[in-house]
């Protein structure tokens, strides 16, 4: 039996918050909700944290970018 998690954005880091956005985005939050992290292979986490570490430094540069042209 598939057991649907509830996520509770409310009480979770930005961090997590981006992982189930890019999970959604790739097709595999549907597996995590149903059979959790520990259902991807390591190629697939890999390629969330790759992401998620790459709109950090985005969302860094563009917060370095708006204080510049303060």
Same mark, same amino acid.
Request: glycine share 8%.
């Given at each position: 039996?598939?057991?649907?998690? #509830? @996520?509770? *954005?409310?009480?979770?880091?930005? #961090?997590?918050?981006?992982?189930?956005? @890019?999970?959604?985005?790739?097709? *595999?939050?549907?597996?995590?909700?149903?059979?959790?992290?520990?259902?991807?292979?390591?190629?697939?986490?890999?390629? @969330?944290?790759?992401?998620?570490?790459?709109?950090?430094?985005?969302?860094?540069?563009?917060? #370095?970018?708006?204080?510049?042209? #303060?």
């Amino acid at each position: 039996m598939a057991r649907q998690k #509830k @996520i509770d *954005l409310e009480h979770m880091t930005e #961090k997590e918050k981006m992982k189930y956005e @890019i999970a959604g985005e790739l097709g *595999l939050l549907e597996r995590v909700l149903n059979d959790g992290w520990r259902s991807l292979t390591a190629k697939e986490t890999g390629r @969330i944290d790759g992401l998620v570490t790459r709109r950090k430094r985005q969302m860094a540069a563009e917060g #370095k970018n708006e204080n510049e042209e #303060k």
